[in-house]
């Protein structure tokens, strides 16, 4: 305990220290909300150290408001927002600190919430933690990062800020020079280490990938960039949206999720072996198993909007069904190689407005599942998993609705106590919520309502 108090101590002072060197004079205390949208309050540094070691109050009600947040819609009474309405307290983070290069004398740290002293248990990156350690229980870590797929469009017309759509072009690259320059610059100032930037199929369409990085930090990284993103776009008279499918009839975006399964020390990757005939060993195809006995029930995490689940339709890569294979894009798991040759599986079920603590939690809690049971997965798809006769009999489809994918996760015992009963009541209040809101739109006959409230915001 007291180690814990000293080097604690001495987190503060390093970053009392950096925020000196960098003229630092006020701290964004900053988490994500169930969409994954970033909140905050900001802190003078005069009073830094003070909320770092004594809390800061905020509402949790923020883990159970949908898109309008003026309680029109009736939002299920939680225990931890019940009554009173209490305030939870945040504590920050010390290894998230960073200064922000675009924000004038400014840094931002993310928080730990707490109530009555406890972790807030239906908080997203609190459950993603919890993950992370049942996982370690069973002698694993996670390697893992986030493929970012969105749009920029000038904020006043939204227009796309690069016009055609010729994937990868060099000369949409640099649609904005400035811009991308940013990105690339001030991006790995706030820990989001790019590995690649390049245009994406749809105009003014973009993605970023980062690094892959062991257990939370995946998850914090996902979230840095989101923000960071949108932010350096507003500077530059855009807005950067990672909003699922804007437009019918265009291409939608994704948050494709590449992982791989470690021994706890992060020294020996266990996905591979040679003996085996497609080269995965036994434990890589129980996680397979598992997430694919589960994507149902986990389809309302990776695609958490109705907007978000319009994008498991027919594409030639966008998964419609409970599919794996090799090196295959149009599977919901793709297992693929590092250019060292060590394998890794690419999650493609998840979707651009996806939170990335959920993704990440809905997976390694699907994941666990398969190696507790020791499942095997079915026969991998060899062709277009789009297209039925490729396909092993009696696959299960993805749901394409809000009301369908709530039923497979209501219904879905094992991911329900994986996450939690809080978060689950939490989660399943507001989407019901958002049902109504869609139901509401069609009766008004409104078919943009979904671009009005999402667009901007994620």
């Not at 958490?304 to 295959?328: A, E, F, H, M, Q």
Request: charged share 25%.
């Amino acid at each position: 305990m007291m180690a814990s108090k000293i080097e604690h101590v001495e987190q503060l002072d390093r970053i009392i220290s950096k925020m000196k060197t960098d003229d630092v004079k006020f701290v964004r205390f900053e988490f994500g909300d169930m969409y994954g949208v970033s909140r905050s309050k900001i802190i003078p540094i005069s009073h830094f150290i003070e909320k770092a070691t004594r809390g800061l109050k905020f509402i949790p009600g923020y883990l159970s408001w949908d898109y309008r947040e003026d309680g029109s819609l009736p939002i299920p009474k939680y225990s931890f927002i019940a009554g009173s309405r209490p305030d939870a307290v945040m504590f920050p983070d010390l290894d998230t600190y960073v200064t922000i290069p675009w924000r004038k004398n400014t840094g931002r740290i993310l928080i730990k919430p707490t109530l009555d002293s406890e972790p807030l248990t239906a908080h997203p990156r609190i459950v993603a933690r919890r993950q992370l350690d049942f996982l370690t229980e069973y002698g694993y870590s996670l390697l893992s990062a986030f493929e970012h797929e969105f749009f920029v469009v000038d904020k006043d017309t939204l227009e796309p800020y690069a016009n055609g759509n010729i994937s990868r072009s060099t000369l949409r690259n640099y649609a904005d020079p400035e811009f991308t320059h940013q990105i690339l610059t001030d991006l790995p100032e706030v820990g989001v280490d790019i590995e690649v930037f390049e245009s994406e199929s749809e105009a003014g369409q973009v993605e970023i990938v980062h690094k892959p990085s062991f257990g939370i930090r995946a998850a914090d990284t996902s979230h840095t960039c989101h923000i960071s993103v949108k932010e350096i776009a507003l500077e530059h008279g855009y807005i950067a949206s990672f909003m699922t499918k804007p437009w019918p009839g265009k291409e939608a975006s994704g948050l494709h999720f590449n992982h791989s399964l470690w021994d706890v020390q992060g020294q020996n990757s266990k996905m591979m072996d040679k003996n085996s005939s497609n080269g995965l060993s036994r434990v890589a195809r129980n996680w397979i198993a598992g997430i694919l006995t589960h994507a149902p029930a986990i389809s309302v995490l990776m695609a958490p909007t109705s907007n978000c689940l319009k994008r498991y339709g027919p594409s030639s890569c966008v998964p419609t069904g409970v599919t794996w294979g090799i090196d295959n894009r149009t599977t919901a798991l793709r297992v693929t190689q590092n250019t060292d040759g060590d394998m890794y599986i690419e999650n493609r079920l998840s979707s651009g407005a996806a939170n990335p603590y959920l993704v990440l939690a809905a997976t390694v809690a699907a994941g666990i599942d398969g190696i507790k049971h020791e499942m095997e997965p079915p026969e991998d798809v060899k062709g277009n998993a789009c297209e039925p006769a490729n396909i092993p009999a009696k696959t299960a489809m993805l749901p394409t609705d809000m009301k369908t994918a709530l039923e497979h996760f209501s219904k879905d015992n094992v991911i329900r106590e994986a996450l939690g009963e809080d978060f689950y009541q939490c989660y399943t209040g507001f989407k019901l919520s958002e049902i109504l809101m869609e139901q509401e739109a069609k009766e008004k006959g409104n078919t943009s309502w979904e671009r009005e409230f999402l667009f901007e915001r994620m």
